[in-house]
């Protein structure tokens, strides 16, 4: 739940003053301890298997031996990494404008990476298709177009050859092929808009008619390239002619696949299942009998119906609707359903299903009033859910009630003691709550709030600041976690997350381990004393202790579900890989770290060294002739002479030297600040017919030379590749003056 957060209240600034005494005069009590110390007591003794590494990679002040780690490639043509999504098997991928790791044709406005972890370090490949021979949205390769593992990435492209040529389905494999999958259903662009763990199924749609079935979703699977209409009864026939998209993707094996249209524009009207390309499932079909008789009064009109959430598995599927779905709903307000869809075939009862299982999982107290489905457990056991009616009787947070007309959270469970599902009572919502995600089984929930939920013990909170709680819907309490050594702190901010329904997207559980022994969360407020610095840190929650994650400003915080690595972004150097200011990702991982120490420095018009992967990981070369033990091939970069930068000020061209020992392709993209943007300002392609020296002619953009016309001054970052050689090489050109 995403409110406007209030205002700050007289009593939060002067808990703000009272704060920030309190850590002046800690820090000072801590400067006074170090200086009555001997310097040799002030350090503690490492005892970490990796100790070395952690020393050598600034990560001495980490829990659980836990050392930094450089995920992104510390060259990336001076543009910085945006985070994506992760795997659990040392994977991460993420989005950059830059053109590297293998693949200097990619998109201008951003591309898809994804980096690997080997006992040598992470190693980062290009999940875009070569710009030189494809042609694709900057929009392609999100969340939603990866698998699970982050091996495979489905791309909607054409060939670079093919101008106007429509844009077909393809799937990038572990081995980089890209696999044709299906034909473009229609004219228009599609999108994928839901996929299965594996990428073996995808629904794809767009925003014009994509036929044969007019305004329809399809579905692509590796066994057939023909794409099938999802939006269809059982017998095939299109369920209506439809205005808008409205796909809500698929179980993680494919078999579900959830949909919802209307003819406005909210997506909200009706709610269906295509459940294993053969039967169709009205899920909020009426079961509702009654008669005017009836002391129910007769069974209401429909209503709109919204997606809440649904188990992994497409096996169960919660939603929400004032329409009155069973005997005993007898109110107008809205209720919460659960539709049950049992596994294996389903035999067609007319031309569509309704629910074979349908539950009104807020109970038949009048009035319920659910505004909404906060987080649903993977197995759908467990569902979290905001209502304004009173739907339970016990004590929650603070030893209140639910109260009619509040945003009461309720948590719905069903096991051996409940086998019709129960209901209990956990908080009310205060305006800029923010709900996040839970654990696997449902058993934790993560709530920001600035409103008190523990009143006593060593976690009470005493301020109206913004704090971190861990529900447990075992043993029904709260835990607050964004607390320092004494118990105090506050004013945490975690990450953003999304929805947890079946999406193309991953689930958005990001800031918890999968048992919730494990909770990273982000502040400015030191809760260390290893926190030095006023801007936003990672930290990480373990078993009532807060540790600092991030020594030099973090965001963007995640933890894979077994805790091994917490990933997060910032524009910090923390390893000797990482040579540049701009935002890279990090690991924090237990038992981590590499020795990879830092190479001698790059100066001058002539610097050559700059490789395209970190220092001290194998680099495979990308074939070439020549048996075992044959030269590998290599090339040379010609330093720039004055007359030459003198040239490139007046005309805005310049011809490179590159000298290779092998036939090639050998290209070069320049770059430079304008605007206060990294942009690309030139490009040149040369092939190498045989071993000796080219010239690589470069041209200025307009943009680049009305920037040196204007500022007179102009510093150019020009990076070489050979098409068969894995190193790179870089040159800075500083161009003075310029045509006015």
Not at 105 to 128: C, D, E, L, P
Request: proline share 6%; net charge neutral; aromatic share 6%.
């Amino acid at each position: 739940m995403n409110q406007t957060p209030a205002s700050h209240s007289p009593l939060k600034r002067r808990s703000s003053r009272s704060r920030l005494l309190r850590r002046g005069i800690g820090a000072l009590a801590v400067a006074l301890v170090a200086l009555a110390l001997p310097a040799a007591a002030s350090a503690q003794a490492d005892d970490c298997p990796n100790a070395n590494l952690r020393a050598l990679n600034n990560s001495t002040h980490l829990p659980d031996c836990r050392a930094y780690e450089m995920v992104t490639s510390p060259y990336k043509e001076g543009f910085g990494a945006f985070s994506q999504t992760y795997s659990d098997n040392g994977a991460y991928s993420y989005f950059s404008v830059g053109n590297f790791a293998g693949n200097p044709y990619g998109s201008n406005a951003g591309n898809q990476y994804v980096a690997t972890r080997s006992s040598k370090g992470w190693t980062t490949i290009s999940h875009s298709p070569p710009g030189d021979q494809w042609v694709f949205p900057i929009s392609q390769g999100a969340e939603n177009g990866l698998s699970n593992d982050l091996g495979s990435s489905a791309w909607v492209m054409h060939p670079y050859a093919q101008p106007g040529a429509p844009d077909d389905i393809y799937v990038r494999r572990p081995d980089g092929e890209f696999s044709f999958i299906g034909p473009n259903p229609g004219a228009g662009l599609p999108t994928v808009q839901g996929r299965s763990a594996d990428l073996s199924h995808l629904v794809v749609g767009g925003s014009v008619n994509l036929g044969p079935l007019p305004d329809n979703l399809y579905e692509y699977t590796d066994s057939a390239h023909e794409p099938a209409a999802i939006q269809v009864d059982n017998s095939g026939t299109p369920l209506a002619q439809i205005d808008v998209y409205c796909g809500k993707g698929m179980s993680e094996d494919g078999r579900v696949i959830l949909f919802g249209f209307d003819y406005a524009s909210d997506c909200n009207t009706r709610l269906w299942a295509r459940v294993g390309a053969e039967t169709t499932i009205n899920l909020a079909a009426s079961e509702c009998t009654r008669t005017a008789t009836d002391p129910g009064g007769l069974c209401n009109a429909p209503a709109p119906v919204r997606l809440g959430g649904s188990a992994l598995d497409g096996s169960r599927v919660l939603f929400t609707t004032a329409q009155q779905l069973v005997d005993g709903d007898t109110d107008s307000s809205a209720d919460l359903y659960a539709c049950d869809i049992p596994p294996g075939p389903i035999a067609h009862t007319g031309l569509v299903n309704g629910c074979p299982h349908l539950r009104q999982v807020s109970g038949a107290a009048d009035e319920a009033d659910v505004q909404s489905v906060a987080r649903v457990a993977d197995d759908g056991s467990r569902v979290y859910f905001i209502a304004r009616g009173v739907l339970a009787d016990n004590q929650g947070a603070n030893d209140q009630a639910a109260l009619a007309g509040a945003d009461n959270l309720y948590v719905w469970q069903q096991d051996g003691a409940h086998p019709a599902g129960h209901t209990t009572f956990m908080a009310r919502l205060t305006a800029g709550d923010n709900l996040y995600e839970t654990t696997p089984d449902g058993r934790y929930l993560l709530l920001r709030t600035s409103t008190p939920l523990v009143s006593s013990g060593a976690s009470a909170d005493t301020d109206s600041v913004a704090d971190v709680y861990r529900y447990d819907a075992e043993t029904e309490t709260w835990l607050r976690l964004s607390t320092d050594s004494t118990g105090s702190g506050g004013n945490a901010e975690l990450a953003t997350l999304g929805g947890n329904a079946i999406s193309g997207n991953y689930r958005p559980r990001v800031t918890m381990t999968a048992d919730g022994r494990i909770v990273v969360f982000q502040t400015a407020e030191a809760l260390a004393p290893a926190d030095a610095n006023s801007v936003s840190d990672v930290y990480a929650w373990q078993g009532g202790r807060v540790s600092l994650i991030s020594a030099d400003g973090g965001e963007d915080a995640r933890i894979t579900a077994s805790g091994t690595d917490i990933f997060f972004k910032t524009g910090g150097h923390l390893t000797a890989a990482d040579g540049d200011t701009n935002p890279d990702v990090y690991d924090a991982r237990v038992g981590g770290g590499f020795d990879l120490r830092e190479p001698a420095p790059c100066e001058g018009e002539g610097c050559l060294g700059q490789p395209s992967s970190p220092p001290g990981l194998a680099t495979v070369g990308s074939g070439g002739s020549g048996g075992q033990g044959a030269a590998r091939p290599r090339f040379t970069l010609r330093a720039t002479t004055a007359a030459q930068r003198r040239a490139l000020a007046a005309t805005g061209r310049v011809s490179l030297a590159v000298t290779a020992s092998a036939p090639g392709i050998v290209s070069a993209r320049a770059t430079a600040t304008i605007a206060g943007k990294r942009v690309s300002v030139a490009r040149g392609r040369r092939v190498v017919a045989s071993a000796g020296t080219v010239q690589l002619r470069l041209t200025l953009s307009k943009k680049a030379r009305a920037q040196l016309a204007a500022k007179r001054r102009l510093t150019v970052r020009v990076v070489v590749r050979h098409s068969k050689v894995a190193r790179a090489r870089s040159m800075t050109l500083s161009v003075k003056g310029g045509r006015s």
